[in-house]
Protein backbone atom coordinates (compact mmCIF):
# COMPACT_ATOMS: atom_id res chain seq x y z
CA UNK A 1 0.00 0.00 0.00
CA UNK A 2 2.16 3.07 -1.41
CA UNK A 3 1.84 6.01 0.96
CA UNK A 4 0.18 9.66 -0.05
CA UNK A 5 2.39 10.41 -3.15
CA UNK A 6 3.46 14.09 -4.20
CA UNK A 7 5.01 15.19 -7.64
CA UNK A 8 6.74 16.82 -8.54
CA UNK A 9 9.02 17.06 -5.76
CA UNK A 10 10.90 19.69 -6.65
CA UNK A 11 9.43 22.66 -9.23
CA UNK A 12 11.01 25.54 -10.64
CA UNK A 13 8.67 28.37 -11.90
CA UNK A 14 9.41 31.66 -13.48
CA UNK A 15 7.33 34.40 -12.36
CA UNK A 16 3.80 34.44 -14.17
CA UNK A 17 3.82 31.01 -15.00
CA UNK A 18 1.69 28.34 -13.92
CA UNK A 19 2.23 25.61 -11.26
CA UNK A 20 0.63 22.65 -10.99
CA UNK A 21 0.93 20.48 -7.45
CA UNK A 22 -0.11 16.52 -7.30
CA UNK A 23 -1.27 14.53 -4.73
CA UNK A 24 -2.56 10.78 -5.15
CA UNK A 25 -4.22 10.13 -1.81
CA UNK A 26 -3.60 6.40 -0.29
CA UNK A 27 -5.47 3.69 -1.68
CA UNK A 28 -8.65 3.63 0.33
CA UNK A 29 -8.44 7.62 1.32
CA UNK A 30 -10.94 9.99 -0.09
CA UNK A 31 -10.26 13.09 1.91
CA UNK A 32 -7.23 15.37 0.88
CA UNK A 33 -5.70 18.56 3.06
CA UNK A 34 -2.99 20.56 1.19
CA UNK A 35 -0.79 22.44 3.75
CA UNK A 36 1.74 25.34 2.78
CA UNK A 37 4.92 25.82 4.79
CA UNK A 38 6.88 29.26 3.62
CA UNK A 39 10.62 30.12 4.15
CA UNK A 40 11.29 29.50 8.17
CA UNK A 41 7.80 29.30 9.17
CA UNK A 42 5.31 26.66 10.19
CA UNK A 43 3.47 24.59 8.61
CA UNK A 44 -0.69 26.60 7.28
CA UNK A 45 -3.80 24.54 6.24
CA UNK A 46 -5.14 26.06 2.61
CA UNK A 47 -7.65 23.47 1.92
CA UNK A 48 -9.89 20.38 2.29
CA UNK A 49 -11.29 18.17 -0.39
CA UNK A 50 -12.93 15.36 -0.69
CA UNK A 51 -13.47 13.71 -4.29
CA UNK A 52 -15.40 15.92 -6.20
CA UNK A 53 -16.09 18.46 -3.66
CA UNK A 54 -14.47 21.40 -1.85
CA UNK A 55 -14.86 21.17 2.14
CA UNK A 56 -13.19 24.27 3.80
CA UNK A 57 -10.72 25.91 1.69
CA UNK A 58 -10.58 29.20 4.27
CA UNK A 59 -6.67 28.82 4.13
CA UNK A 60 -6.52 29.38 0.50
CA UNK A 61 -5.44 32.77 -1.05
CA UNK A 62 -8.19 34.64 -2.98
CA UNK A 63 -6.42 35.02 -6.39
CA UNK A 64 -4.98 32.92 -7.99
CA UNK A 65 -5.09 29.54 -6.47
CA UNK A 66 -7.11 26.90 -6.68
CA UNK A 67 -7.86 22.90 -6.06
CA UNK A 68 -9.79 20.35 -7.67
CA UNK A 69 -10.05 16.42 -6.37
CA UNK A 70 -11.81 14.60 -9.33
CA UNK A 71 -13.44 11.47 -9.03
CA UNK A 72 -10.66 9.69 -10.89
CA UNK A 73 -6.79 10.66 -10.36
CA UNK A 74 -5.17 12.79 -8.53
CA UNK A 75 -5.73 16.23 -6.38
CA UNK A 76 -4.48 19.25 -8.10
CA UNK A 77 -3.02 22.09 -6.84
CA UNK A 78 -3.01 24.88 -9.07
CA UNK A 79 -1.34 28.03 -9.06
CA UNK A 80 -1.72 30.88 -11.82
CA UNK A 81 0.94 33.72 -12.48
CA UNK A 82 3.19 32.71 -9.77
CA UNK A 83 5.19 35.23 -8.06
CA UNK A 84 8.32 34.54 -5.49
CA UNK A 85 6.13 34.74 -2.75
CA UNK A 86 4.88 31.60 -3.77
CA UNK A 87 7.93 29.74 -3.18
CA UNK A 88 7.40 27.24 -0.59
CA UNK A 89 6.86 23.29 0.45
CA UNK A 90 3.54 22.55 -0.31
CA UNK A 91 2.53 19.39 1.21
CA UNK A 92 -0.98 16.98 0.63
CA UNK A 93 -2.32 15.06 3.11
CA UNK A 94 -5.08 12.22 3.23
CA UNK A 95 -7.26 10.41 4.92
CA UNK A 96 -9.86 7.63 4.98
CA UNK A 97 -13.64 8.43 5.13
CA UNK A 98 -14.14 7.56 8.47
CA UNK A 99 -15.55 11.22 9.88
CA UNK A 100 -13.65 13.53 12.04
CA UNK A 101 -10.27 12.95 14.39
CA UNK A 102 -8.94 10.73 11.87
CA UNK A 103 -5.48 10.36 11.40
CA UNK A 104 -3.94 11.65 8.54
CA UNK A 105 -0.73 10.77 6.58
CA UNK A 106 1.25 13.08 4.89
CA UNK A 107 3.46 13.07 1.20
CA UNK A 108 6.79 13.94 1.01
CA UNK A 109 6.27 17.55 -0.82
CA UNK A 110 6.43 19.70 -3.45
CA UNK A 111 9.61 22.32 -3.45
CA UNK A 112 8.23 25.33 -5.33
CA UNK A 113 10.57 28.09 -6.56
CA UNK A 114 9.64 31.30 -8.07
CA UNK A 115 12.64 32.79 -10.02
CA UNK B 1 -1.84 34.38 20.28
CA UNK B 2 -1.44 31.57 18.00
CA UNK B 3 -3.93 28.54 18.59
CA UNK B 4 -0.99 26.15 19.05
CA UNK B 5 2.33 27.17 20.71
CA UNK B 6 5.57 25.49 20.84
CA UNK B 7 8.66 26.07 23.10
CA UNK B 8 11.53 26.17 22.60
CA UNK B 9 11.99 27.30 19.43
CA UNK B 10 15.38 26.57 18.55
CA UNK B 11 17.47 23.37 20.98
CA UNK B 12 20.71 22.17 21.28
CA UNK B 13 21.52 19.32 22.19
CA UNK B 14 24.80 16.74 23.11
CA UNK B 15 24.53 13.56 22.36
CA UNK B 16 23.07 11.09 25.22
CA UNK B 17 21.11 14.01 26.13
CA UNK B 18 17.73 13.70 27.60
CA UNK B 19 15.17 16.54 25.83
CA UNK B 20 11.60 18.02 26.29
CA UNK B 21 10.05 19.94 23.88
CA UNK B 22 6.42 21.57 24.99
CA UNK B 23 3.39 22.35 22.92
CA UNK B 24 0.00 24.27 24.83
CA UNK B 25 -3.14 25.05 22.77
CA UNK B 26 -5.91 27.29 23.72
CA UNK B 27 -8.30 25.47 21.45
CA UNK B 28 -11.02 22.25 22.37
CA UNK B 29 -9.30 19.34 20.30
CA UNK B 30 -9.99 15.85 19.69
CA UNK B 31 -6.43 14.82 18.77
CA UNK B 32 -2.50 15.99 19.43
CA UNK B 33 -0.43 14.95 16.67
CA UNK B 34 3.76 15.39 16.84
CA UNK B 35 5.16 15.51 13.74
CA UNK B 36 9.04 15.03 12.62
CA UNK B 37 10.65 16.41 9.46
CA UNK B 38 13.67 16.31 8.71
CA UNK B 39 15.79 19.28 6.18
CA UNK B 40 14.12 18.77 3.35
CA UNK B 41 12.47 16.09 4.00
CA UNK B 42 8.67 15.22 4.17
CA UNK B 43 6.89 14.75 7.24
CA UNK B 44 6.36 12.07 9.57
CA UNK B 45 3.56 11.82 12.16
CA UNK B 46 5.37 10.27 15.26
CA UNK B 47 2.55 10.26 17.57
CA UNK B 48 -1.29 11.06 17.14
CA UNK B 49 -2.70 11.26 21.32
CA UNK B 50 -5.88 12.28 22.80
CA UNK B 51 -5.15 11.37 26.64
CA UNK B 52 -2.12 9.97 28.59
CA UNK B 53 0.99 8.81 27.40
CA UNK B 54 2.49 6.74 23.84
CA UNK B 55 5.87 5.59 23.73
CA UNK B 56 8.09 4.18 20.84
CA UNK B 57 11.66 3.92 21.18
CA UNK B 58 13.48 6.03 22.32
CA UNK B 59 10.41 8.98 21.95
CA UNK B 60 7.64 9.47 24.50
CA UNK B 61 4.30 11.82 24.41
CA UNK B 62 2.16 12.88 26.66
CA UNK B 63 -0.72 15.17 27.38
CA UNK B 64 -2.61 16.88 29.76
CA UNK B 65 -6.04 17.64 28.16
CA UNK B 66 -7.47 19.71 31.49
CA UNK B 67 -3.72 21.81 31.10
CA UNK B 68 -4.19 21.92 27.35
CA UNK B 69 -0.27 20.79 27.15
CA UNK B 70 1.44 18.60 25.90
CA UNK B 71 5.24 17.40 25.74
CA UNK B 72 7.69 15.01 23.55
CA UNK B 73 10.50 13.86 25.00
CA UNK B 74 13.40 11.87 23.75
CA UNK B 75 15.63 9.69 25.86
CA UNK B 76 19.45 9.19 24.92
CA UNK B 77 19.36 11.82 22.15
CA UNK B 78 20.92 11.33 18.83
CA UNK B 79 22.55 13.48 16.12
CA UNK B 80 20.07 11.57 13.23
CA UNK B 81 17.30 12.89 16.38
CA UNK B 82 18.00 16.83 14.64
CA UNK B 83 15.10 17.84 12.51
CA UNK B 84 12.22 20.06 13.13
CA UNK B 85 9.42 18.24 15.43
CA UNK B 86 6.13 20.20 15.32
CA UNK B 87 2.77 19.64 17.08
CA UNK B 88 -0.25 19.70 15.48
CA UNK B 89 -4.17 19.95 16.69
CA UNK B 90 -7.67 17.96 15.29
CA UNK B 91 -10.26 20.39 16.63
CA UNK B 92 -14.11 18.99 16.76
CA UNK B 93 -14.51 22.96 15.91
CA UNK B 94 -12.75 22.40 12.12
CA UNK B 95 -13.47 20.36 9.37
CA UNK B 96 -12.49 16.63 8.87
CA UNK B 97 -8.77 15.97 10.32
CA UNK B 98 -7.59 19.45 9.31
CA UNK B 99 -4.71 19.91 11.65
CA UNK B 100 -3.33 23.60 13.14
CA UNK B 101 0.23 23.51 13.54
CA UNK B 102 2.72 25.11 16.29
CA UNK B 103 5.63 26.69 14.37
CA UNK B 104 7.98 23.82 14.87
CA UNK B 105 10.86 23.45 17.12
CA UNK B 106 14.55 22.86 15.40
CA UNK B 107 16.33 20.43 17.40
CA UNK B 108 19.73 20.23 16.88
CA UNK B 109 21.74 16.98 18.43
CA UNK B 110 25.58 17.52 18.73
CA UNK B 111 27.82 14.27 18.71
Known amino acids: NAGVMQNPRHLVRRRGQEARLRCSPMKGHSHVYWYRQLPEEGLKFMVYLQKENIIDESGMPKERFSAEFPKEGPSILRIQQVVRGDSAAYFCASSPPAGQGTEAFFGQGTRLTVV | KNEVEQSPQNLTAQEGEFITINCSYS?????LHWLQQHPGGGIVSLFM???GKKKHGRLIATINIQEKHSSLHITASHPRDSAVYTC?????????????FGEGTQLTVNP
Open chain 2, 27 to 31: VGISA
Open chain 2, 49 to 51: LSS
Open chain 2, 88 to 100: AVMSPETSGSRLT
